[in-house]
């Protein structure tokens, strides 16, 4: 019996020993590791930028009138959109397809400027400004993501486009296409001065703004200003927590409303639902592949009276519902606006966010139909980082 207990007690030193190599292994090799991916990370933004930057010098050289259209970059599955105002820049990143804007402006008269946007349509561009010498360009705004320090240019973190984190913006555009003014802002921050100065906000002076897509952006503006605070994350509502035990953000935390109410949280509803064999309209918008549910699809199931879908609009509802009640108390808007890919799913979204803003902040006595949709679409965006640009050059 001693033997046995000895041979016993040898093998767990012995196993003690191993486990101890093999920590200690893993920590010599965890940092090389490490060190890789950034390199690798490294590259490919550089890359990224390059891109960018190389189309928008290609316009400027060229001096002419941007044309209206697109390229797409099969690589980098990038779509660059030109329209005689401006450059928006889509950029697809796996999964968690996300967008940021690069917008050049022509230095016209403002309001010769505004003449031509229709805003009954909210459609930019509609009758383009003949003869536009993109030679008279006043400025550049670039609309990030993410957390960008306004004064230097520097990217600290996009939680959806990891790829870009830590680029100076302003150097890498000025390296590339010169002396233009370039100003960098949160890209919710834009599409809340958009909405305030010429949508749905222009007639109040205290709004709350969310811009619902892949991520969830926010913005907050207060006495006729859009408020960034001192280390710029007013606003960042994405990461208000709002399930505490829930699933995990692309920010690092967990239960964060973007990961509760955002892109993929419901295209994973949806398909949670289908897993269960329930029998629903999306399945077959999508020819049964789940790969091809999208907020869109679900939407349009909800609109046709889709139980399932109907359900997944209600819960994802109730979260941006929740998260308003919070931003309430917050900061007292005078109106609620949605913007974004997702708030263009109409009632079937906004019926469940009122219901439950009525249910749950009594206290505020908010009037729910003060929540509306964002009015310039997916515009807000390019008409906020031209009043940027506009109000920075005075
Ligand atoms: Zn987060």
């Known amino acids: 019996m001693a033997s046995r207990h000895n041979q016993r007690a040898f093998t767990l ?41 190389m189309a928008l010098q290609n316009h400027i050289s060229s001096r002419t009138v941007l044309p209206s259209g697109c390229v797409v970059d099969q690589s980098w599955g990038t779509t660059y959109r ?24 022509p230095y016209i008269e403002q309001q010769y400027l505004f003449d031509q946007w229709d805003f009954s349509t909210n459609v930019l561009g509609n009758k383009p400004v003949a003869n536009t010498d993109i030679s008279q360009l006043s400025g550049i705004t670039v609309a990030v993501p993410g957390n960008v320090d306004r004064s230097t240019g520097l990217i600290i973190e996009c939680p959806n486009l990891p790829v870009i984190d830590g680029v100076n913006i302003v150097d890498a555009f000025q390296e590339a296409i010169g002396d233009y003014p370039i100003f960098v802002a949160n890209d919710a921050y834009c599409a809340t001065l958009g ?3 010429y949508g749905a906000g222009r007639d109040v002076e205290n709004l709350l703004m969310l811009t619902l897509g892949t991520g969830i952006g926010g913005g907050i503006a207060l006495d006729n200003q859009v408020c960034h605070g001192p280390r710029n994350m ?6 208000m927590i709002i399930v505490p035990d829930g699933p995990r953000c692309g920010c690092g935390n967990i239960g964060c409303f973007e990961a509760v109410a955002g892109k993929q949280a419901i295209i994973d509803l949806a398909r949670c639902q289908l897993q269960y064999a329930r029998q629903s309209l999306i ?52 109106l609620i606006i949605l913007g974004g890919g997702i708030a263009a799913a ?18 505020s006595g908010f009037d729910v139909s003060k929540i509306v949709p964002a009015q310039l679409g997916n515009q807000a965006g390019i008409y906020g980082a031209a009043a940027l640009v506009w109000e920075n050059l005075g």
């Not at 007013?234 to 990461?239: A, C, F, L």
């Open 346 to 363: 109409g009632e079937v979204l906004f019926a469940p966010v009122r219901r439950t803003v009525r249910y749950r902040s009594p206290y």
């Open 195 to 197: 909405e305030l100065r």
């Open 234 to 239: 007013m606003g960042e509502i994405g990461h």
């Open 13 to 53: 030193v012995e196993l003690l020993v191993v486990t101890t190599i093999i920590s200690s292994l893993i920590g010599l090799l965890l940092p090389a590791v490490q060190a890789a991916r950034e390199a690798a990370r490294r590259i490919a933004c550089a890359n990224h930028v390059k891109q960018i930057t």
């Open 82 to 105: 030109y329209h005689p105002y401006d450059v928006i820049n889509e950029s697809q990143n796996g999964r968690h397809g996300t967008s940021w804007m690069l917008h050049i402006l």
């Open 283 to 334: 399945d077959q918008l999508c020819g049964g592949d789940p790969e091809k549910i999208t907020p869109q699809v679900v939407a349009e199931a909800a609109r046709q009276g889709d139980e399932v879908a109907v359900e997944v609009m209600n819960n994802i509802g109730y979260y941006i519902g929740l998260a308003l009640c919070n931003g309430i108390i917050m900061c007292d808007p005078d």
